[in-house]
């Protein structure tokens, strides 16, 4: 629960490290849906800032944050399965 972030933050920290991103969303999928980001060090002050209360998603991992990351190869021109024909003229439909 978002108020319980300091004590998840606290616990978090020595396996992530504190400059490890978080974010907290707010309200996800409402009209009035708000986020903050920070890092482990920081997260708590900021949704302490913002008000949040309850209805908050807690994200945490270097993932937030994709710096670093190679684009998904799913999706590449030169990914080959047996559904794209045009990479894979001869594969056979699998049972």
């Known amino acids: 629960s978002v108020d319980k972030l300091?004590?998840?933050a606290e616990e978090l920290t020595p396996h992530y490290g504190a400059d490890c991103?978080?974010?907290v969303l707010h309200?996800?999928?409402w009209p009035d849906?708000?986020?903050v980001a920070g890092t482990l060090?920081?997260?708590a002050g900021k949704v302490k800032a913002k008000g949040f209360t309850r209805t908050a998603l807690i994200l945490v991992g270097r993932v937030i944050q994709p710096e670093g990351f190679?684009?998904?190869y799913l999706y590449s021109a030169e990914h080959a399965e047996w559904y794209r024909r045009e990479i894979m003229p001869d594969?056979?439909?699998p049972e």
């Open 33 to 35: 849906q708000d986020g």
């Open 27 to 29: 309200r996800v999928s």
């Open 6 to 8: 300091p004590e998840i």
């Open 91 to 93: 594969a056979s439909i």
């Open 21 to 23: 991103p978080a974010a």
């Open 70 to 72: 190679p684009a998904s």
């Open 41 to 43: 060090a920081d997260i």
